[in-house]
């Protein structure tokens, strides 16, 4: 509710709580998708990495989260990192919404062409 307002500081601060118990993915996706949402793509990859550093295992939704994070920052190459990483993970299924993330990363950057030259690899 507090991302959608856009109070991002107040949905973090009412996440903190559940980012401290390492159990709750819904919820350190959620905040990546609120950052992301918000254009706020360094937050979200911050976010992601200390999820990850906390040996918290991403799944397909925290990927659309990321790569919409690097869509609206305009971060064409931190977008293409990160769907790179996820097509070597084998134990998370790439699905329609990731491909639709990176059709927006590089329409939104004027560089189309690189979807056709991913989706040859």
Known sequence: MYS???ELGT?????DDGFSS?????SWNGMIA???HHGC????I????EMCNLDIQPNDVTYVGLLAAGSHAGS???GFKYFDELTRDNSIQIRQEHYACLV?????AGKLKEIHSEASN
Do not use: H, I, N
């Open 34 to 36: 609120a950052y992301a």
């Open 76 to 78: 064409v190459d931190e």
């Open 104 to 108: 927006d990363l590089c329409g939104r």
């Open 4 to 6: 959608k307002c856009g």
């Open 22 to 26: 390492q159990s709750d993915l819904v």
């Open 11 to 15: 949905a973090r601060k009412m996440c």
């Open 46 to 49: 911050g976010l992601f990495k």
């Open 41 to 44: 793509g360094d937050e979200a």
